[in-house]
Each structure stands twice: as structure tokens, then as C-alpha cells.
T-cell receptor
Framework: GDSVTQMEGPVTLSEEAFLTINCTYT??????LFWYVQYPGEGLQLLLK?????DKGSNKGFEATYRKETTSFHLEKGSVQVSDSAVYFC????????????FGPGTRLSVLP | DGGITQSPKYLFRKEGQNVTLSCEQN?????MYWYRQDPGQGLRLIYY???????QKGDIAEGYSVSREKKESFPLTVTSAQKNPTAFYLC?????????????FGSGTQLSVL
């Protein structure tokens, strides 16, 4: 079945450091790919998405490119801030999976001043 | 403002008790979902509903029940059969079920066992 794998956390960075969180997926169809962010005690918010191969999603300085050849959707940001501290989830939506989402386990990011 | 409202924010369950978590949306979305989140883990699907009066079991439906009598409401009941109910519960919705449509989430309910 479909699955999403993320790099294990926690990830701790200093402010202004470069961020990469790896995400790879397995899907039987042609999924759309998403990154969600969760702040403590809250629900998930969409960060960015990409719906077809080679699409790049971007928002608030974060970027991710849909790589079909490597089945990957890695999240990057050039200069992180303390306010970026949160848990990040990679997810896919695949029409062959009952039109449902599959989430990765999440990666906790802590940014130190 | 449009959105998803979950209540209560915190809920405590006694042994053998059923409890119901509320989820209401005013986004006019057809599809609604319930997820369970355990500490340090991802989201697991409990139930989903693609249209009023219809719902399907997700990956971990045992010990839970739902109803979808109105488009805007999708309450989740945690029954006494659910032996380990302590978790953070998230309700979500989206306009339909096209693969490119994002999920909108509520702010969650933390359920604990007394």
C-alpha cells in the first residue's frame, strides 16, 4: 500500500541555518504531495503542495520539488527562524487509496536563537 | 470566518464511559475525516465520510463510532471498547476527494483517561 517515510528527528538548528527534511513516498497511483506544519497543541496547517512531477511548492521561504524519478519531496528552507520550530509532516493524497491522505510520522524541528 | 471547530479542547473519560467529540465545519465541504495522533507519531485515520449519511472505516476504527446526519457535522464517539483512548484527536475536511485538494484541520481535542 501507499506509505510516506520521513527523516527521523528531532532536528535542532541554529537560527539562520539551512534546513532539509527528507521525505520519500510509495504510491500505486499518481499522488499529490503535501507538507503540513503543526505547532504545539494545534491542528495541522498546509505549508505547501505539489500536484505533478517537477512541480515546486513554496510558501514562507520553504520549498519542495516533486521528484517522480526518486519518489521524493524534500522540504528545504535557506534560513530558519526560531518561529519555524514545529513538527513537519509529509503527506500524499492518492486516488487509488480511497481518496485519502497518508501521513509520514513527522519531524520535530527546534531552532535555537 | 470559515473553519473547523472541535470541542471540547480537553476531555477526560472514566472507565467504561462513552464520550463524544464534536466537529463542526462551515466550509461547505463534502468530505470529513477523523484522525488519531499519539505522541511522536503520525496521524492514523479512524473514520471518514465523503458525503452526508455515508461513512467508511479507516485504519483504526475499532472502539470508535461516527455519524454524518448533517453536512457540517461529523461527531466521533469513543466507546468503552477502545481500551487505550488517550490521544490527540484531529478532525479534518476538504471540498471533495480529488487528489489535489488539501485537508483543512481543526485545532484538536486531547482525550485522557481518568
Amino acid at each position: 500500500g501507499d506509505s510516506v517515510t520521513q527523516m527521523e528527528g528531532p532536528v535542532t538548528l541554529s537560527e539562520e541555518a539551512f534546513l532539509t527534511i527528507n521525505c520519500t513516498y510509495t504510491a500505486t497511483g499518481y499522488p499529490s504531495l503535501f507538507w503540513y506544519v503543526q505547532y504545539p497543541g494545534e491542528g495541522l496547517q498546509l505549508l505547501l503542495k505539489a500536484t505533478k512531477a517537477d512541480d515546486k511548492g513554496s510558501n514562507k521561504g520553504f520549498e519542495a520539488t516533486y521528484r517522480k524519478e526518486t519518489t521524493s519531496f524534500h522540504l528545504e528552507k535557506g534560513s530558519v527562524q526560531v518561529s519555524d520550530s514545529a513538527v513537519y509532516f509529509c503527506a500524499l493524497s492518492d486516488g487509488n487509496y480511497g481518496q485519502n491522505f497518508v501521513f509520514g510520522p513527522g519531524t520535530r524541528l527546534s531552532v535555537l536563537p | 470566518d470559515g473553519g473547523i471547530t472541535q470541542s471540547p479542547k480537553y476531555l477526560f473519560r472514566k472507565e467504561g464511559q462513552n464520550v463524544t467529540l464534536s466537529c463542526e465545519q462551515n466550509l461547505n465541504h463534502d468530505a470529513m475525516y477523523w484522525y488519531r495522533q499519539d505522541p511522536g507519531q503520525g496521524l492514523r485515520l479512524i473514520y471518514y465520510s465523503q458525503i452526508v449519511n455515508d461513512f467508511q472505516k479507516g485504519d483504526i476504527a475499532e472502539g470508535y463510532s461516527v455519524s454524518r446526519e448533517k453536512k457540517e457535522s461529523f461527531p466521533l464517539t469513543v466507546t468503552s471498547a477502545q481500551k487505550n483512548p488517550t490521544a490527540f484527536y484531529l478532525c479534518a475536511s476538504r471540498p471533495g476527494t480529488a487528489t489535489n485538494e488539501k485537508l483543512f484541520f481543526g485545532s484538536g481535542t486531547q482525550l485522557s483517561v481518568l
